[in-house]
């Protein structure tokens, strides 16, 4: 069986939720079993991966990453819109997949929708949550997810809460498959010793408390609210320490903000790292908090943040925000806090309710990693298979009663 994944999410970088989500089902597929059509952000690394990568990879600078968009023009945004459904379609008829995977909410779905109709290749929409709640504000894009989805013959998400709002828009529930993300090796695996060694020194938290954050910045995310708390923490935890490992369009603004609470002292940007420093990040936290939320203006949320799930790996325990498809990541009161994500004073309140009590952070922690352990990449990609293999089949069975 042969895939043709259509993805702008796809390493590298190898950040952000749905790049991770893909990459992990794609590289636990069977060898030269999927061709993967994406961008090319940064050549060097690309060749680089693509050399190591157990899948083909065809790549073209039209393509945008996501976490690099905003950095891109409106011309060169919109280049993509229509270049790709032809890209997708001549590529369908060249390739020719047995079935075709769009991996998040892009007009190659209309190169797919295309090849449906003409060479009843069958595909599946991957959708996470973001594409729903922000397309709604462009009659366009909106009018374009929905077409694709209607048409799928499958749809694969991340959440319970994603699997509603698709079947709410008109798409039968048989026909929608939640697989939650899983953990990798490369975000799972304990650091050695000499690697948090260096790691403290070269973020000076040795002997700190540390909260951590891990994602792109961006308002829903909710790095400004912990920063909001982080006075209130500090008259009680004054060693404490906030890491934020990412980078994106808001990051400037809370570099400000930060220099205007006087707290530079206290809160570490440390931009994109490699998995070896996520890693060690994840081991030297005391608590991984994103009180993440639906922003207002344009309903932007969490499809399932992963990141969650990865600080459970390591045993921490977590704060999220009660927004999304949260409940699939974090068992509330167990694994750690669903809250509010823009009450500053229940941040507050809930980080040191969690440092005041050592007992409480070890039973979470541990009832994370309880939690987490058969979220693994094999079984999603196994699953992901069997989904394709039955589409397949059902495909070639109209197909010949038709004939």
Same mark, same amino acid.
């Given at each position: 069986?042969?895939?043709?994944?259509?993805?702008?999410?796809?390493?590298?970088?190898?950040?952000?939720?749905?790049?991770? +989500?893909?990459?992990?089902?794609?590289? =636990?597929?069977?060898?030269? /079993?999927?061709? !993967? &059509?994406?961008?090319? $952000?940064?050549? *060097?690394?690309?060749?680089?991966?693509?050399?190591?990568?157990?899948?083909?990879?065809?790549?073209?600078?039209?393509?945008?990453?996501?976490?690099?968009?905003?950095?891109?023009?409106?011309?060169?945004?919109?280049?993509?819109?229509?270049?790709?459904?032809?890209?997708?379609?001549?590529?369908?008829?060249?390739?020719?997949?047995?079935?075709?995977?769009?991996?998040?909410?892009?007009?190659?779905?209309?190169?797919?929708?295309?090849?449906?109709?003409?060479?009843?290749?069958?595909?599946?929409?991957?959708?996470?949550?973001?594409?729903?709640?922000?397309?709604?504000?462009?009659?366009?894009?909106?009018?374009?997810?929905?077409?694709?989805?209607?048409?799928?013959?499958?749809?694969?998400?991340?959440?319970? +809460?994603?699997?509603?709002?698709?079947? =709410?828009?008109?798409?039968? /529930?048989?026909? !929608? &498959?939640?697989?939650? $993300?899983?953990? *990798?090796?490369?975000?799972?695996?304990?650091?050695?010793?000499?690697?948090?060694?260096?790691?403290?020194?070269?973020?000076?938290?040795?002997?700190?408390?540390?909260?951590?954050?891990?994602?792109?910045?961006?308002?829903?995310?909710?790095?400004?609210?912990?920063?909001?708390?982080?006075?209130?923490?500090?008259?009680?935890?004054?060693?404490?320490?906030?890491?934020?490992?990412?980078?994106?369009?808001?990051?400037?603004?809370?570099?400000?903000?930060?220099?205007?609470?006087?707290?530079?002292?206290?809160?570490?940007?440390?931009?994109?790292?490699?998995?070896?420093?996520?890693?060690?990040?994840?081991?030297?936290?005391?608590?991984?908090?994103?009180?993440?939320?639906?922003?207002?203006?344009?309903?932007?949320?969490?499809?399932?943040?992963?990141?969650?799930?990865?600080?459970?790996?390591?045993?921490?325990?977590?704060?999220?925000?009660?927004? *999304?498809?949260?409940?699939?990541?974090?068992?509330?009161?167990?694994?750690?806090?669903?809250?509010?994500?823009?009450?500053?004073?229940?941040?507050?309140?809930?980080?040191?309710?969690?440092?005041?009590?050592?007992?409480?952070?070890?039973?979470?922690?541990?009832?994370?990693?309880?939690?987490?352990?058969?979220?693994?990449?094999?079984?999603?990609?196994?699953?992901?298979?069997?989904?394709?293999?039955?589409?397949?089949?059902?495909?070639?069975?109209?197909?010949?009663?038709?004939?």
């Amino acid at each position: 069986m042969k895939i043709l994944l259509f993805a702008a999410s796809f390493p590298p970088p190898n950040i952000g939720g749905s790049t991770q +989500y893909l990459f992990n089902i794609v590289n =636990n597929l069977p060898s030269d /079993s999927v061709v !993967v &059509h994406t961008g090319n $952000p940064f050549q *060097g690394e690309s060749e680089a991966f693509d050399l190591k990568f157990c899948q083909k990879i065809i790549r073209h600078n039209f393509i945008h990453h996501p976490m690099e968009a905003y950095k891109r023009s409106g011309i060169r945004r919109a280049l993509q819109y229509f270049i790709w459904p032809f890209a997708a379609f001549w590529l369908i008829h060249r390739e020719k997949p047995d079935v075709v995977h769009i991996g998040e909410g892009s007009t190659a779905v209309l190169g797919a929708l295309g090849a449906k109709l003409v060479m009843n290749i069958p595909y599946i929409q991957y959708v996470y949550a973001e594409e729903i709640t922000q397309y709604r504000n462009s009659w366009l894009r909106n009018k374009l997810f929905w077409l694709g989805a209607r048409a799928a013959d499958a749809i694969i998400t991340v959440s319970e +809460y994603t699997k509603t709002l698709i079947v =709410n828009g008109g798409v039968s /529930s048989r026909l !929608v &498959h939640k697989i939650v $993300p899983s953990v *990798g090796v490369d975000k799972s695996s304990n650091a050695s010793a000499n690697d948090l060694r260096l790691c403290r020194e070269r973020y000076a938290i040795e002997g700190c408390i540390v909260l951590l954050t891990v994602g792109a910045i961006k308002v829903r995310k909710g790095q400004e609210s912990v920063i909001d708390a982080l006075p209130k923490i500090i008259i009680n935890h004054p060693n404490v320490r906030y890491v934020i490992a990412g980078s994106g369009e808001e990051e400037n603004k809370l570099k400000q903000k930060v220099i205007s609470l006087n707290l530079e002292g206290y809160v570490t940007f440390v931009g994109r790292v490699d998995d070896t420093t996520i890693n060690c990040l994840y081991d030297i936290c005391d608590i991984f908090v994103m009180p993440h939320r639906q922003v207002p203006d344009t309903l932007d949320t969490e499809g399932c943040p992963t990141v969650f799930l990865e600080a459970s790996a390591h045993g921490k325990p977590v704060i999220g925000g009660n927004a *999304g498809g949260v409940a699939d990541a974090i068992i509330d009161n167990q694994t750690g806090f669903i809250i509010e994500g823009t009450d500053i004073g229940l941040i507050a309140a809930t980080v040191c309710r969690l440092l005041d009590d050592r007992d409480l952070m070890a039973r979470m922690g541990k009832a994370g990693r309880h939690f987490v352990r058969d979220f693994r990449p094999e079984k999603n990609a196994e699953k992901v298979w069997h989904l394709c293999a039955n589409i397949t089949r059902n495909a070639r069975h109209t197909q010949d009663a038709e004939s």
